[in-house]
């Protein structure tokens, strides 16, 4: 029996699910999917944007859902303000957040320039004299509004979060992790190449 796998980027207030049993002002995955019997893998918050893995090859799932595996995933945040040397190399080695957990260390990197994604709809909250930076974020973790909460821990909130790869590294406007957002718009979806296909095992690995 073959699988299917697809990639689609999750807009704003979206959920990850093909349900909306408490019939939130949102949208869900049946407004943009109609392939049956997949599911996500891993979520995305309703109002976090982004690359969304979805399959009906339920062993698969598990393995990249079960945190013991500690696959990467990549994320564009931006923040409030730009964060000081410090507040990087604190988000680097790890930080308590809300309910007293310390994240594991993750890779963060400031952006040089913005990077090239569409316009949120709608648009963050825009201060004039608030500026925001740019960040890249690579966790091996995967809690429940985690990397809002690493920047605010910090003191420099989330002002947009969007995953843009899983299993690797992505640099700004390059798709180089194993799984990336690449030319996908808000909204589209397309099933996985056969060479991504084949690289999915590295995911966990």
Known sequence: MSHRYLLFH?????????????????????????????YSVGRLDRDSEGLLLLTDHGALKHRLSHPQFHHPRTYWVQ??????????????????????YRTLPAQVSPLAA????????????????????????????????????????????????VRVGLGGLVEQGQGQGLLSLGELKPGEWRSLTPGEQARLPSLWS
């Open 10 to 38: 999750k807009p704003y207030n979206v959920l990850c699910q093909f349900t909306n049993p408490e019939r939130l002002d949102c949208r869900t995955l049946k407004d943009f999917i109609d392939v049956p019997r997949v």
């Open 79 to 100: 923040v409030e303000r730009e964060p000081d040397a410090a507040a990087l190399e604190q988000l680097r080695q790890g930080v308590v957040i809300k309910g007293g």
């Open 114 to 161: 913005e990077p090239p994604l569409p316009p949120r709809d709608p648009p963050i909250r825009f201060r004039k004299t608030v500026a925001t930076a740019w960040l890249s974020l690579t966790l091996t973790e995967g809690r429940n509004r985690q990397v809002r909460r690493m920047t605010a821990a910090v003191g420099y909130p989330t002002l947009r979060l």
